[in-house]
């Protein structure tokens, strides 16, 4: 069974998502930030495969992306890397992409190495539901492949029905239209569109993410979703000295405060 | 063979809309509308009422007669530079500001390189009194002061792209997180036939007055509206799809599309996208990019920052792909003397961007009473500055 369904199946409530960039801070420390992230207690992984023109990020995770560019960081290499994963990190982890760098690798050899090393889903920010259904779903069920959408505030009930038919894992519902790394100001409207897709009853789970940052959003999204995913504040803590003696505590505060 | 858009907003393979989810409203929105307003008798009153009074379409199409007598043919100038602001940008913009006024948005934005489709777009943002930020990359800021000051005197915000590689590449992702930021109230003004569906056919459609005015002049002026050859630089391709446009179908006339090669094309400095590119995903279509073998762009490079982008748009693509256009590069030297010749033989100072479509007349052979068109996009008075310093004025 896919690992993520079972996380899913296991816990509840309060599923505590790290994202982090591929290559960055350093170009061999991608397994070891894997690593210390489950031992903290982060329940699965998005590790972000970096890409020239991010355009639906933010600042921090910009600036991660070019550093792990700079240092190397390819698919090719990440998937090298990843090949120790399964002796390492037993959570769930995805891969989260832009499709050009998918494509040049080549789409189905890309969901053969996920299947290879381990992954069990893939977020790409840019590959559309139409390309996704006509393209490129058989390659991904059929490497077990949880393709993760995203919905936004913007998004119709009609296509979040048909996004939540297309979905294998969760659903990725983002706090606001925006990049990342905005603080998620959570206003009546917010909590509205929360509620309104928590009462669609849709058959996936459903993740928060976007402007997740501190402990205060993390319990605000666990309301009304599985759990949150936090992303360019912990990238942020990547960029410091001995970032990985903080990581334990980086996750302790997000989870209590 | 059909060069036009399908419903699924492809060309052949390339096309399509590779965008985040955060975009899909507004894409969809884009989508459903723009092909009925376009066609809508008031909007088209009001656009070709515009291009006529405010722009000063048509414009005229000049039989260049030293030049033609240089090369032994009959060659005529699609004089784009003469409009207002000086290219070809403005026939665009114009046609998107009223398709954003009858969608009820508020703020326009807008991604430059050089500047021209910045000052376009914020001269139409004057006229119609909205709100205007153009992104243009901070390298681009400092080579363009002229066109800042331009944009800023028409009210403009001018925000500097301080990402990657700050030049129109990243003013583009900018102006995209931009639209992702501001969802409702805002329309993005994509300055070529470059971006997700429907941009480059909106886009391409808008442009596309140039053949259409081409043919009719043509016509009065030969008795004939197809011409042997049509000729256009191609950065992104906005100026050579509105120039090829009315003569896709029209087998009998050869497209060709010049590219800059800047220092040469195995120069590593170079933007021959065709020749260097490969098929991959920039700015929300599918189409040929410049791109390393891991698939991260790569800045291109041109002494003309009109030419200066990594990808081309995707129709442009599947006219090189089932080779309807052929596609060529001039460098950067072969093109400034070009602009030289001009000025020299004419009396026109085109832009250096125009001077790579000129450049190619130099590379091919006629028979004597073949008809050419080129399009000379813009007017060089942008470029006086590279002029000056490169032929020591």
Redesign the interface.
């Known amino acids: 069974m896919n690992r993520i369904k079972q996380t899913f199946e296991q816990k509840k409530g309060s599923i505590l998502s790290i994202y982090f960039t591929a290559g960055y801070p350093e170009l061999n420390s991608t397994l070891n930030v894997a690593e210390a992230l489950e031992k903290a207690g982060a329940d699965f992984l998005e590790i972000g495969i970096p890409y020239s023109d991010p355009l639906a990020d933010g600042p921090v995770i910009q600036n991660s992306s070019q550093k792990a560019i700079e240092n190397g960081m390819t698919v090719k290499v990440l998937f090298e890397q990843l090949k120790d994963l399964r002796k390492r990190v037993s959570i769930p982890i995805l891969l989260m992409g832009y499709v050009n760098p998918v494509l040049q690798y080549g789409v189905e050899r890309f969901c053969a190495s996920c299947a290879e090393v381990g992954v069990d889903g893939v977020i790409v920010p840019d590959l559309p539901v139409y390309e996704y259904e006509e393209m490129y779903r058989s390659c991904f069920e059929s490497n077990n492949l949880s393709n993760i959408f995203l919905i936004t505030p913007q998004t119709s009930d009609e296509r979040i029905r048909k996004i939540d038919e297309l979905s294998n894992g969760f659903i990725y519902l983002l706090s606001s239209s925006s990049t990342t790394g905005k603080n998620l100001a959570v206003s009546t409207q917010t909590e509205d569109y929360f509620r309104r897709i928590k009462n669609m009853k849709l058959k996936n789970p459903a993740m928060i993410g976007f402007g997740i940052s501190n402990n205060k959003t993390f319990s605000k999204a666990s309301e009304y979703a599985n759990g949150a995913i936090v992303g360019s504040a912990f990238v942020k803590l990547l960029g410091c000295e001995n970032y990985m003696e903080k990581i334990p505590e980086f996750i302790r505060s997000l989870k209590e405060g | 063979m059909n060069y036009q858009v399908n419903e699924?907003g492809y060309y052949g393979t390339f096309g399509?809309?590779?965008?985040?989810?955060?975009l899909?409203?507004n894409i969809k929105e884009l989508r459903e509308t723009y092909l009925e307003m376009i066609a809508d008798p008031v909007f088209k009153e009001e656009y070709l009422g515009l291009l006529k009074d405010y722009v000063g379409r048509p414009s005229p199409l000049y039989l260049a007669e030293r030049l033609s007598e240089k090369y032994g043919a009959n060659i005529y100038l699609k004089r784009e530079d003469l409009n207002h602001t000086g290219a070809h940008k403005i026939n665009n913009t114009v046609g998107q500001i009223l398709l954003a006024e009858r969608l009820g948005k508020k703020r326009i934005i807008a991604e430059t390189g050089a500047g021209q489709h910045g000052v376009a777009t914020a001269t139409v943002c004057a006229l119609k009194g909205l709100e205007c930020v153009v992104y243009m990359g901070e390298v681009d800021i400092e080579r363009q002061a002229p066109n800042v000051a331009r944009m800023k005197m028409m009210g403009a915000t001018v925000i500097p792209a301080l990402?990657?590689s700050r030049t129109l590449?990243?003013a583009t992702?900018e102006a995209?997180?931009d639209w992702?930021?501001n969802?409702?109230d805002t329309h993005y003004i994509i300055g070529s036939v470059v971006g997700p569906h429907p941009y480059p056919d909106m886009v391409a459609r808008f442009q596309s007055i140039i053949s259409e005015e081409t043919k009719w002049q043509l016509l009065e002026k030969t008795g004939n509206s197809s011409p042997d050859y049509v000729m256009a630089c191609v950065g992104g391709g906005s100026n050579a799809m509105g120039m090829f446009y009315h003569f896709l179908d029209n087998e009998r006339v050869k497209l060709i599309a010049v590219e800059a090669a800047g220092k040469g094309v195995d120069s590593g400095e170079s933007a021959a996208t065709t020749l260097l590119g490969k098929?991959?995903?920039?700015?929300?279509s599918r189409s040929i990019?410049m791109?390393t073998?891991?698939?991260?762009?790569v800045e291109p490079y041109s002494i003309s920052a009109g030419l200066d982008y990594p990808g081309i748009g995707p129709q442009h693509a599947h006219l090189y792909a089932t080779k309807r256009a052929q596609y060529v590069s001039i460098t950067d030297d072969e093109a400034m003397n070009a602009g030289l010749q001009l000025a020299k033989l004419e009396g026109i100072i085109p832009a250096i961007e125009s001077s790579h479509a000129l450049a190619y007349l130099d590379k091919m052979k006629f028979k004597g009473d073949e008809t050419v068109v080129i399009c000379l996009s813009g007017r060089g008075d942008k470029d006086l500055d590279t002029y000056m310093k490169y032929f020591n004025l």
């Open positions: 699924n399509g809309a590779y965008i985040p989810e955060m899909y409203p990402s990657g590449k990243d992702n995209l997180r992702i930021n969802p409702v098929e991959g995903v920039l700015h929300g990019v791109q073998e891991d698939g991260q762009v």
